[in-house]
């Protein structure tokens, strides 16, 4: 019964993937134990991870799909759903509460139309919450893809957003 | 043994143990959930917590979770502090925020683990006023619902399904309190095992969906200790009965064979029973070919007319008791007797009785299997022929795990802590196969080819064992290598083969090999697994005839007339000689439970009792007898099948026809001598009030139940001759554990409350009696060594012949003929499958999914296969899977592209 | 001699980065040469033990009495040892192990060398979380250079031990810092915390001996190498020892970090280094060492930060980055937030914790938009209690979560109870927080 579901079409993944994913797994004791970077690096070149994506790294590192997937559904930082072209991430924890991210979280919805967790009809952004991005002295902060952002407001989020299409 | 203090009191404990178990073992009621008997502790529900006290002066103490803590020389504990109380309260309170409280609806109901646990810590009112979290379920195929609203995230499914059974596809999806058990999509369950989740999950989420159907609350359902009829492992099972229908099976523990888990053949592969196939009127043949429906008494004068009257054979059957073939043994004569087994499976039954029952031998319980050090399985796929020992070989492979723990201080029972230590590690399993197996993940190394070779490879490791050498190529040498080094190394090696493969040259390998550790002064044991419930029980019951023989008799007139006993001939002989046979003789008396090929040809029909309304007596493979007892009274004619051939004989006005029989073949067979050990009626004298009732004492609707048809309240039987009574009334309380009929006890509703049966929790049934052994005394089999590599074939090419050569194969549904007739036992089966070397399927013009059809008649002309290309297959053999026709294991067979065939979406391996 | 080990080369350097060469040119690397070339692993150990460092990751545990707990030599039976570094920072308020990272990536990896040899460890991984890319980056090119000098990698220093060190991204959740959490991230599993025992340094990752400290704490390696535990005691004041990363975040005039000794009183932290309140502003309470710590109030502003005083005073030092709550903030909403914080980040392990927070969430969430009721206090309390009890739950996640709750209801109470009084909010700046996603 095992050897009728390799009927299935793999998707495969990049050469590019695959050798990422091979030098996170030469630092560990078995492949198994690279499943979270196999997922993140996956994620960095194609954005999110589906359920396809899933099951091709199931498959490169010797695991069932919902294995792979339990370990998806587990952490913030892997998506499962498809998101815009830029991920906007405010921190809605203390220090940034504090000094204001319920206006800058507010502003962002107001100014790109939608709730936390969706994506704006263009693509350009998808709006999440995120904890604390340790910026605490510089609050509130945001995160947008991979740029620290410092002392948000509801008045510099123009200026903030211009830089990403 | 460690004493402790428990609210003031001083109690013996056993080593080792957690709290938890500790207070359950001395009855002390602790609500839990996570933690498992056969499972361990992980800590998650946080449910058994007790104060522990750091010494004689500590006052307050701290709460600890009893199922985390062990044990240890004057502990102090208390279950019953205030602060413990109420956290255990509030921790049901955390749970029910939100479980939906539909116990109204909810098949758990009644029988609910959560229901007992919050009755126990005393939550009652609701403080939280939120909305409850909702989620969709997921089709989990045709044994389980799912109905995630009503989890309470103790994790247990996926502990069982995937580490205790190896599950591949269930698992804990998302976090926080959006916990999700279940798969990436909806699907069938994968794993054969997964009937299990139904009493392992403590609430509603995964039930049993063929009992939903017609749903019974568990305190309506009439009971009576059972043995799953789905295989020669013999697991105990309690069935359970409502308006004479079969309604479900449950686990009943055994603490040697099946302890807390069955097969899902075991627990779906009943419905048989109750199934539109059923026979449950005798049937005359007429001149048409059709059946008349004739009465009981009518039948009885007719079958022993015919008995009377004409020259008999008669066959009996490795699927029916040991009772019912005596009888018919009894009743025709050793000389006339064929034990029903085909031509190719009879010789390999009685070796492998010898070799592993005979000169005193026992095989192993699955506990003791649970035990070993070291394993080879030599040519049985396991998981499809023997299941419920697949599961206890992955136990089995933990061992080392558990070795590992000790120098790390970790308790065995600290589940998470010992599997974390030891990571991959694992106890040495070797297996040899002729395709890849379900137990592959746990194997350190397998190897697939066919029958011969295996036979030939085992002969190998002999050689090595014994310091010998051998000549092999690489691949195999490994195998060899490895497998003779583990064996020999191992304090408590294990061989597994069976009967399966109908090689002869296999179970001597197998024996082999045990013989060959035991000079190494071990404690070596030798499984052998055989295909049918009372294979042992038939294969000790010797008749003259072969069944080609018996066959031939008819065939050529030296007797007129045949009483077969359950079983389909045409799964024993080729389909043409058994259709000449049948038609030659004149008079065919079939008896059965279900419609079958046979039958159709039968004169007369009698409709035999299932294991659920008879009480009968089958061997395992360990030579064990088991008795089943009835269950209900069963609907229209339906009788024993020994009732019907003990009814026309002699000694018909005995009260109690059985246990005469039984006395009488303990007289005949010394073999089964020991048999007589089996009657539990000793001091009971019949009186009702002593007697342990098969329904509940919540039982409901004793004069409702029939209203349609009568108001007045139903007589209830009589049953002089078992320890049981069909009622609500007698002694429930002091019966023995092995005798319950069902498991219950005060606050303890599930099927959980087992530990309150258990002298330990987790351990031995209280008062059970000792099990009964058959001794097979004499040995006849000498073990062949001959030539540099003894054994018959080198195996690496089989000769003569054209075509391709014919490999049996097994699956766990399907393979077993009388569950295969349960609608959902054919629905996982799916269609029958053949699966053949990518070369053969390349020269057939076939691939994977495509059909096939046997053009040589050796096989049933006409049915077409699905066929499954596997590089493991060996280049000429094929692998067909044993359905309902006869396979001529061996036989050379050619196959012709099946031009018509549909081929099938795949739906079962989907996920 | 300097008094800010950690941050002296920060604070001198150009744009406040340490280069590779910057950090060799002040004696970088000196250290684990020391260690690795004229020390004994053991001496290492003992060193660190004398010197009184102890863990600055929140529990204080004293690092080299951990270190102590690892076999060594053939006791360790076959197979790696790990040397790991939680570089998780995922505590609210906590900004300290970032700033080092990115700033001085050196001196982390300089520790780093000195901790694997200290436990003989052949494996070492920097576990960061996943939002951190540019000290993940910063570390990965210091490792690179310092592999390319043969200080890291094979034959370290051209001494007999070698030791693989790798970053390893976090995919993200709170509960990967929890040492055992983080042991089951970095194999690859889910982050839940795991029971002990076994120990970590018995059965840590991949059932290895595995020794797990905070960035900080690694980072105060090398200066006790090189000066000496004496030295090291003596920078701090009163009982604990070595300097501490001080953190102030909230409405002050200069919110930011600074390396001073420990046990510089709080009062000097916020007023003198973090410039006071910012005017307008007044202090209401504060939360000494992150969001899993008791709120302290302004008679606790004298006390000395240091493990034993702050615990004293019904807290913990944590990871010694305060924040501060002013006069504008709501102490129910902000209590709502920190739940609300927690409750997302329960690993759903147990009940308590996955159940519960949500619970008590929900319920501040009522209070604060008017509809809570007058047992919902009793209620609050009562579950706070369960919850919150250390050993009630799998692990501390759950307790941490309970200590500003309950302070808040201790030193905030009459709050709570205007809002149910009068049935709404009357602070004006800090509209509750919106339903956080489902
Ligand atoms: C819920 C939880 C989260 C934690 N998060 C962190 C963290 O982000 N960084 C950290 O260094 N320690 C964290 N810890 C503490 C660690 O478990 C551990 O004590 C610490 O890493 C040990 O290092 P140290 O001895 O150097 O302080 C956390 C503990 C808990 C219970
Ligand atoms: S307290 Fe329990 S649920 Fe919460 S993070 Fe720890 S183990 Fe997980
Ligand atoms: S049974 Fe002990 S915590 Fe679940």
Same mark, same amino acid.
């Given at each position: 019964?095992?050897?009728?579901?390799?009927?299935?079409?793999?998707?495969?993944?990049?050469?590019?993937?695959?050798?990422?994913?091979?030098?996170?797994?030469?630092?560990?004791?078995?492949?198994?134990?690279?499943?979270?970077?196999?997922?993140?690096?996956?994620?960095?070149?194609?954005?999110?991870?589906?359920?396809?994506?899933?099951?091709?790294?199931?498959?490169?590192?010797?695991?069932?799909?919902?294995?792979?997937?339990?370990?998806?559904?587990?952490?913030?930082?892997?998506?499962?759903?498809?998101?815009?072209?830029?991920?906007?991430?405010?921190?809605?924890?203390?220090?940034?509460?504090?000094?204001?991210?319920?206006?800058?979280?507010?502003?962002?919805?107001?100014?790109?139309?939608?709730?936390?967790?969706?994506?704006?009809?263009?693509?350009?952004?998808?709006?999440?919450?995120?904890?604390?991005?340790?910026?605490?002295?510089?609050?509130?902060?945001?995160?947008?893809?991979?740029?620290?952002?410092?002392?948000?407001?509801?008045?510099?989020?123009?200026?903030?957003?211009?830089?990403?299409? | 043994?460690?004493?402790?203090?428990?609210?003031?009191?001083?109690?013996?404990?056993?080593?080792?143990?957690?709290?938890?178990?500790?207070?359950?073992?001395?009855?002390?009621?602790?609500?839990?959930?996570?933690?498992?008997?056969?499972?361990?502790?992980?800590?998650?529900?946080?449910?058994?917590?007790?104060?522990?006290?750091?010494?004689?002066?500590?006052?307050?103490?701290?709460?600890?979770?009893?199922?985390?803590?062990?044990?240890?020389?004057?502990?102090?504990?208390?279950?019953?502090?205030?602060?413990?109380?109420?956290?255990?309260?509030?921790?049901?309170?955390?749970?029910? +925020?939100?479980?939906?409280?539909?116990?109204?609806?909810?098949?758990?109901?009644?029988?609910?683990?959560?229901?007992?646990?919050?009755?126990?810590?005393?939550?009652?009112?609701?403080?939280?006023?939120?909305?409850?979290?909702?989620?969709?379920?997921?089709?989990?195929?045709?044994?389980?619902?799912?109905?995630?609203?009503?989890?309470?995230?103790?994790?247990?499914?996926?502990?069982?399904?995937?580490?205790?059974?190896?599950?591949?596809?269930?698992?804990?999806?998302?976090?926080?309190?959006?916990?999700?058990?279940?798969?990436?999509?909806?699907?069938?369950?994968?794993?054969?095992?997964?009937?299990?989740?139904?009493?392992?999950?403590?609430?509603?989420?995964?039930?049993?969906?063929?009992?939903?159907?017609?749903?019974?609350?568990?305190?309506?359902?009439?009971?009576?200790?059972?043995?799953?009829?789905?295989?020669?492992?013999?697991?105990?099972?309690?069935?359970?009965?409502?308006?004479?229908?079969?309604?479900?099976?449950?686990?009943?523990?055994?603490?040697?064979?099946?302890?807390?888990?069955?097969?899902?053949?075991?627990?779906?592969?009943?419905?048989?029973?109750?199934?539109?196939?059923?026979?449950?009127?005798?049937?005359?043949?007429?001149?048409?070919?059709?059946?008349?429906?004739?009465?009981?008494?009518?039948?009885?004068?007719?079958?022993?007319?015919?008995?009377?009257?004409?020259?008999?054979?008669?066959?009996?059957?490795?699927?029916?008791?040991?009772?019912?073939?005596?009888?018919?043994?009894?009743?025709?004569?050793?000389?006339?007797?064929?034990?029903?087994?085909?031509?190719?499976?009879?010789?390999?039954?009685?070796?492998?009785?010898?070799?592993?029952?005979?000169?005193?031998?026992?095989?192993?319980?699955?506990?003791?299997?649970?035990?070993?050090?070291?394993?080879? +399985?030599?040519?049985?796929?396991?998981?499809?022929?023997?299941?419920?020992?697949?599961?206890?070989?992955?136990?089995?492979?933990?061992?080392?795990?558990?070795?590992?723990?000790?120098?790390?201080?970790?308790?065995?029972?600290?589940?998470?802590?010992?599997?974390?230590?030891?990571?991959?590690?694992?106890?040495?399993?070797?297996?040899?196969?002729?395709?890849?197996?379900?137990?592959?993940?746990?194997?350190?190394?397998?190897?697939?080819?066919?029958?011969?070779?295996?036979?030939?490879?085992?002969?190998?490791?002999?050689?090595?064992?014994?310091?010998?050498?051998?000549?092999?190529?690489?691949?195999?040498?490994?195998?060899?290598?490895?497998?003779?080094?583990?064996?020999?190394?191992?304090?408590?090696?294990?061989?597994?083969?069976?009967?399966?493969?109908?090689?002869?040259?296999?179970?001597?390998?197998?024996?082999?090999?045990?013989?060959?550790?035991?000079?190494?002064?071990?404690?070596?044991?030798?499984?052998?697994?055989?295909?049918?419930?009372?294979?042992?029980?038939?294969?000790?019951?010797?008749?003259?005839?072969?069944?080609?023989?018996?066959?031939?008799?008819?065939?050529?007139?030296?007797?007129?007339?045949?009483?077969?006993?359950?079983?389909?001939?045409?799964?024993?002989?080729?389909?043409?000689?058994?259709?000449?046979?049948?038609?030659?003789?004149?008079?065919?008396?079939?008896?059965?439970?279900?419609?079958?090929?046979?039958?159709?040809?039968?004169?007369?029909?009698?409709?035999?009792?299932?294991?659920?309304?008879?009480?009968?007596?089958?061997?395992?493979?360990?030579?064990?007898?088991?008795?089943?007892?009835?269950?209900?009274?069963?609907?229209?004619?339906?009788?024993?099948?020994?009732?019907?051939?003990?009814?026309?004989?002699?000694?018909?006005?005995?009260?109690?026809?059985?246990?005469?029989?039984?006395?009488?073949?303990?007289?005949?067979?010394?073999?089964?001598?020991?048999?007589?050990?089996?009657?539990?009626?000793?001091?009971?004298?019949?009186?009702?009030?002593?007697?342990?009732?098969?329904?509940?004492?919540?039982?409901?609707?004793?004069?409702?139940?029939?209203?349609?048809?009568?108001?007045?309240?139903?007589?209830?039987?009589?049953?002089?001759?078992?320890?049981?009574?069909?009622?609500?009334?007698?002694?429930?309380?002091?019966?023995?554990?092995?005798?319950?009929?069902?498991?219950?006890?005060?606050?303890?509703?599930?099927?959980?409350?087992?530990?309150?049966?258990?002298?330990?929790?987790?351990?031995?049934?209280?008062?059970?009696?000792?099990?009964?052994?058959?001794?097979?005394?004499?040995?006849?089999?000498?073990?062949?060594?001959?030539?540099?590599?003894?054994?018959?074939?080198?195996?690496?090419?089989?000769?003569?012949?054209?075509?391709?050569?014919?490999?049996?194969?097994?699956?766990?549904?399907?393979?077993?003929?009388?569950?295969?007739?349960?609608?959902?036992?054919?629905?996982?089966?799916?269609?029958?499958?053949?699966?053949?070397?990518?070369?053969?399927?390349?020269?057939?013009?076939?691939?994977?999914?495509?059909?096939?059809?046997?053009?040589?008649?050796?096989?049933?002309?006409?049915?077409?296969?699905?066929?499954?290309?596997?590089?493991?297959?060996?280049?000429?053999?094929?692998? +067909?899977?044993?359905?309902?026709?006869?396979?001529?294991?061996?036989?050379?067979?050619?196959?012709?592209?099946?031009?018509?065939?549909?081929?099938?979406?795949?739906?079962?391996?989907?996920? | 001699?300097?008094?800010?080990?950690?941050?002296?080369?920060?604070?001198?350097?150009?744009?406040?980065?340490?280069?590779?060469?910057?950090?060799?040119?002040?004696?970088?690397?000196?250290?684990?040469?020391?260690?690795?070339?004229?020390?004994?692993?053991?001496?290492?150990?003992?060193?660190?033990?004398?010197?009184?460092?102890?863990?600055?990751?929140?529990?204080?545990?004293?690092?080299?009495?951990?270190?102590?707990?690892?076999?060594?030599?053939?006791?360790?039976?076959?197979?790696?040892?790990?040397?790991?570094?939680?570089?998780?920072?995922?505590?609210?308020?906590?900004?300290?192990?970032?700033?080092?990272?990115?700033?001085?990536?050196?001196?982390?990896?300089?520790?780093?060398?000195?901790?694997?040899?200290?436990?003989?460890?052949?494996?070492?991984?920097?576990?960061?979380?996943?939002?951190?890319?540019?000290?993940?980056?910063?570390?990965?090119?210091?490792?690179?250079?310092?592999?390319?000098?043969?200080?890291?990698?094979?034959?370290?220093?051209?001494?007999?031990?070698?030791?693989?060190?790798?970053?390893?991204?976090?995919?993200?959740?709170?509960?990967?810092?929890?040492?055992?959490?983080?042991?089951?991230?970095?194999?690859?599993?889910?982050?839940?915390?795991?029971?002990?025992?076994?120990?970590?340094?018995?059965?840590?990752?991949?059932?290895?001996?595995?020794?797990?400290?905070?960035?900080?704490?690694?980072?105060?390696?090398?200066?006790?190498?090189?000066?000496?535990?004496?030295?090291?005691?003596?920078?701090?004041?009163?009982?604990?020892?070595?300097?501490?990363?001080?953190?102030?975040?909230?409405?002050?005039?200069?919110?930011?970090?600074?390396?001073?000794?420990?046990?510089?009183?709080?009062?000097?932290?916020?007023?003198?280094?973090?410039?006071?309140?910012?005017?307008?502003?007044?202090?209401?309470?504060?939360?000494?060492?992150?969001?899993?710590?008791?709120?302290?109030?302004?008679?606790?502003?004298?006390?000395?930060?240091?493990?034993?005083?702050?615990?004293?005073?019904?807290?913990?030092?944590?990871?010694?980055?305060?924040?501060?709550?002013?006069?504008?903030?709501?102490?129910?909403?902000?209590?709502?937030?920190?739940?609300?914080?927690?409750?997302?980040?329960?690993?759903?392990?147990?009940?308590?914790?996955?159940?519960?927070?949500?619970?008590?969430?929900?319920?501040?969430?009522?209070?604060?938009?008017?509809?809570?009721?007058?047992?919902?206090?009793?209620?609050?309390?009562?579950?706070?209690?369960?919850?919150?009890?250390?050993?009630?739950?799998?692990?501390?996640?759950?307790?941490?979560?309970?200590?500003?709750?309950?302070?808040?209801?201790?030193?905030?109470?009459?709050?709570?109870?205007?809002?149910?009084?009068?049935?709404?909010?009357?602070?004006?700046?800090?509209?509750?927080?919106?339903?956080?996603?489902?």
């Amino acid at each position: 019964m095992s050897e009728s579901s390799t009927m299935q079409l793999i998707p495969t993944l990049s050469d590019e993937e695959r050798r990422d994913i091979e030098a996170e797994i030469a630092h560990l004791p078995d492949r198994q134990s690279a499943a979270i970077d196999a997922l993140r690096i996956v994620q960095k070149y194609r954005g999110w991870v589906s359920d396809e994506s899933v099951a091709a790294i199931a498959d490169l590192l010797g695991m069932s799909p919902v294995a792979i997937d339990s370990i998806a559904t587990f952490y913030n930082l892997i998506f499962r759903k498809p998101v815009g072209r830029n991920v906007i991430m405010v921190c809605d924890s203390v220090s940034c509460f504090i000094m204001g991210a319920d206006d800058v979280k507010q502003a962002l919805m107001d100014k790109l139309g939608v709730d936390l967790g969706q994506t704006t009809q263009d693509d350009r952004f998808t709006l999440l919450p995120i904890v604390c991005l340790g910026a605490c002295d510089r609050a509130p902060a945001i995160m947008i893809n991979e740029d620290l952002i410092y002392k948000v407001s509801a008045e510099n989020l123009d200026e903030v957003l211009k830089g990403y299409e | 043994m460690p004493k402790i203090i428990i609210d003031n009191k001083e109690y013996e404990v056993a080593d080792g143990d957690n709290l938890l178990q500790a207070c359950l073992s001395r009855g002390i009621d602790l609500p839990y959930f996570c933690w498992h008997p056969a499972m361990g502790s992980v800590g998650a529900c946080r449910q058994c917590a007790v104060v522990q006290y750091q010494d004689e002066n500590d006052e307050r103490g701290r709460i600890v979770m009893g199922c985390m803590t062990p044990v240890s020389e004057g502990l102090r504990i208390s279950v019953d502090a205030n602060n413990a109380v109420n956290f255990r309260a509030s921790v049901i309170e955390w749970l029910m +925020l939100n479980h939906p409280h539909d116990c109204p609806v909810c098949e758990e109901g009644g029988e609910c683990h959560l229901q007992d646990m919050t009755v126990m810590t005393g939550h009652t009112s609701r403080r939280y006023t939120g909305k409850k979290r909702t989620f969709e379920n997921q089709y989990l195929g045709p044994f389980i619902n799912h109905e995630m609203n009503r989890c309470i995230t103790c994790y247990r499914c996926v502990r069982y399904y995937k580490d205790y059974a190896g599950g591949t596809d269930l698992q804990a999806l998302g976090s926080r309190n959006r916990m999700y058990f279940g798969r990436t999509e909806p699907g069938v369950l994968e794993s054969e095992f997964s009937g299990n989740l139904v009493e392992v999950c403590p609430t509603g989420v995964f039930t049993n969906k063929p009992f939903s159907e017609s749903y019974t609350r568990k305190w309506d359902l009439q009971s009576a200790p059972s043995v799953c009829m789905g295989c020669a492992v013999g697991c105990n099972t309690s069935p359970g009965e409502r308006y004479g229908n079969l309604k479900r099976i449950q686990n009943r523990y055994n603490e040697d064979i099946n302890s807390y888990f069955l097969c899902d053949r075991g627990r779906f592969g009943s419905g048989y029973v109750n199934s539109e196939k059923r026979i449950r009127n005798a049937g005359l043949r007429c001149e048409d070919g059709s059946f008349e429906i004739i009465d009981k008494t009518d039948a009885l004068n007719r079958f022993a007319a015919i008995v009377k009257d004409n020259k008999l054979i008669g066959i009996g059957s490795p699927r029916a008791s040991v009772e019912s073939n005596y009888a018919l043994r009894a009743l025709v004569g050793e000389a006339n007797y064929c034990a029903g087994f085909s031509d190719a499976e009879a010789p390999l039954v009685d070796l492998a009785i010898d070799l592993s029952q005979g000169h005193g031998k026992r095989a192993p319980t699955l506990k003791r299997v649970e035990a070993a050090d070291a394993v080879l +399985l030599l040519g049985e796929d396991v998981s499809n022929t023997a299941p419920r020992l697949a599961l206890s070989l992955r136990q089995t492979s933990r061992n080392v795990s558990k070795e590992m723990a000790g120098p790390a201080s970790i308790p065995l029972w600290q589940d998470a802590g010992v599997r974390g230590h030891a990571q991959s590690a694992l106890t040495p399993v070797y297996s040899a196969s002729v395709l890849p197996t379900r137990l592959e993940d746990i194997c350190t190394d397998s190897i697939c080819t066919t029958p011969e070779r295996i036979a030939y490879l085992g002969n190998c490791i002999t050689q090595l064992i014994e310091g010998k050498s051998v000549e092999l190529d690489e691949a195999d040498m490994a195998f060899v290598n490895g497998a003779a080094q583990a064996l020999k190394s191992a304090s408590n090696p294990l061989v597994v083969s069976g009967t399966s493969l109908l090689n002869e040259a296999v179970l001597h390998a197998a024996a082999q090999i045990t013989e060959a550790l035991k000079a190494l002064a071990q404690e070596p044991d030798l499984l052998l697994c055989f295909a049918e419930v009372n294979s042992v029980g038939a294969g000790l019951i010797t008749g003259a005839l072969s069944m080609h023989s018996a066959l031939k008799k008819l065939t050529d007139g030296s007797v007129d007339t045949a009483i077969v006993l359950e079983n389909d001939l045409y799964r024993r002989a080729e389909s043409e000689k058994v259709a000449a046979a049948l038609s030659a003789a004149s008079q065919v008396v079939g008896l059965d439970v279900v419609e079958n090929a046979t039958l159709e040809q039968a004169t007369l029909v009698l409709p035999a009792a299932s294991f659920a309304e008879t009480e009968g007596c089958c061997i395992n493979y360990e030579g064990r007898a088991q008795q089943f007892y009835q269950v209900y009274e069963p609907q229209g004619d339906i009788m024993a099948a020994w009732a019907w051939v003990a009814g026309i004989s002699k000694e018909s006005t005995e009260t109690d026809v059985r246990e005469k029989l039984i006395s009488d073949c303990a007289i005949e067979l010394p073999c089964l001598s020991r048999l007589t050990h089996l009657n539990r009626m000793a001091g009971q004298s019949g009186r009702t009030a002593a007697k342990i009732p098969r329904q509940t004492h919540r039982f409901s609707g004793r004069t409702a139940m029939n209203a349609n048809v009568s108001v007045h309240e139903p007589r209830t039987s009589e049953d002089v001759n078992s320890p049981f009574s069909f009622s609500m009334e007698g002694d429930s309380a002091a019966q023995p554990g092995d005798l319950a009929p069902y498991v219950w006890a005060p606050g303890w509703n599930s099927n959980q409350s087992v530990t309150q049966y258990q002298e330990h929790a987790g351990g031995a049934l209280r008062g059970a009696a000792d099990a009964v052994f058959v001794s097979h005394a004499a040995s006849t089999t000498t073990l062949e060594k001959t030539g540099p590599i003894f054994g018959k074939a080198s195996g690496k090419v089989r000769e003569g012949g054209a075509g391709l050569c014919l490999v049996p194969v097994y699956c766990v549904f399907g393979s077993d003929e009388l569950s295969a007739h349960t609608s959902e036992m054919q629905a996982r089966a799916g269609r029958a499958r053949i699966s053949l070397n990518p070369q053969d399927a390349k020269a057939l013009h076939v691939k994977t999914g495509d059909g096939l059809y046997c053009s040589t008649g050796e096989i049933t002309p006409g049915q077409s296969y699905e066929v499954l290309v596997s590089a493991s297959m060996q280049q000429g053999f094929v692998g +067909l899977v044993q359905g309902a026709a006869y396979l001529p294991a061996g036989a050379w067979v050619s196959f012709v592209r099946d031009e018509n065939w549909a081929r099938q979406p795949e739906v079962i391996a989907r996920g | 001699m300097n008094k800010k080990p950690l941050t002296e080369r920060i604070l001198s350097a150009d744009g406040g980065l340490v280069s590779f060469a910057s950090y060799q040119a002040a004696g970088g690397y000196d250290s684990a040469r020391k260690a690795l070339t004229e020390m004994q692993p053991e001496q290492v150990q003992q060193q660190v033990k004398d010197a009184n460092l102890r863990g600055r990751g929140g529990a204080g545990f004293p690092t080299g009495l951990k270190w102590s707990f690892v076999p060594m030599g053939e006791a360790a039976g076959p197979g790696h040892k790990y040397m790991v570094c939680n570089a998780d920072e995922m505590e609210p308020g906590t900004f300290k192990d970032r700033y080092l990272m990115e700033k001085d990536p050196h001196l982390l990896v300089e520790g780093m060398i000195i901790a694997a040899y200290a436990v003989q460890a052949d494996k070492a991984f920097i576990f960061i979380r996943g939002e951190y890319h540019k000290a993940a980056r910063a570390l990965e090119s210091a490792i690179d250079e310092a592999r390319e000098k043969g200080f890291v990698g094979k034959n370290v220093f051209g001494s007999a031990f070698s030791v693989d060190l790798v970053v390893h991204r976090s995919g993200g959740r709170y509960i990967c810092g929890e040492e055992t959490a983080l042991l089951n991230a970095l194999e690859g599993k889910r982050a839940q915390p795991r029971t002990k025992p076994p120990f970590p340094p018995v059965s840590g990752a991949w059932g290895r001996p595995t020794v797990v400290n905070n960035v900080e704490t690694i980072c105060n390696v090398p200066c006790i190498i090189k000066e000496g535990a004496e030295w090291y005691q003596a920078l701090g004041i009163g009982e604990d020892a070595g300097t501490k990363i001080y953190g102030v975040s909230g409405r002050v005039n200069k919110p930011g970090l600074w390396e001073l000794p420990m046990g510089t009183t709080v009062r000097e932290i916020i007023e003198t280094h973090a410039g006071g309140m910012q005017k307008g502003y007044a202090l209401r309470g504060f939360l000494p060492g992150g969001a899993s710590t008791d709120f302290l109030v302004e008679e606790h502003l004298d006390l000395p930060m240091n493990y034993g005083s702050i615990q004293a005073a019904g807290s913990r030092m944590g990871t010694g980055t305060m924040i501060i709550m002013d006069d504008s903030i709501c102490p129910v909403a902000l209590a709502m937030n920190l739940q609300h914080f927690f409750a997302q980040e329960s690993c759903g392990f147990c009940t308590p914790c996955r159940e519960g927070l949500p619970w008590l969430e929900a319920l501040l969430k009522d209070i604060e938009e008017g509809r809570g009721s007058t047992g919902d206090l009793e209620l609050l309390e009562q579950n706070a209690d369960y919850i919150g009890t250390p050993g009630n739950t799998f692990c501390l996640h759950a307790t941490g979560a309970i200590e500003p709750l309950t302070s808040a209801l201790k030193y905030f109470r009459a709050d709570f109870e205007q809002h149910i009084e009068q049935g709404c909010c009357t602070y004006q700046t800090s509209a509750p927080l919106k339903a956080a996603g489902t």
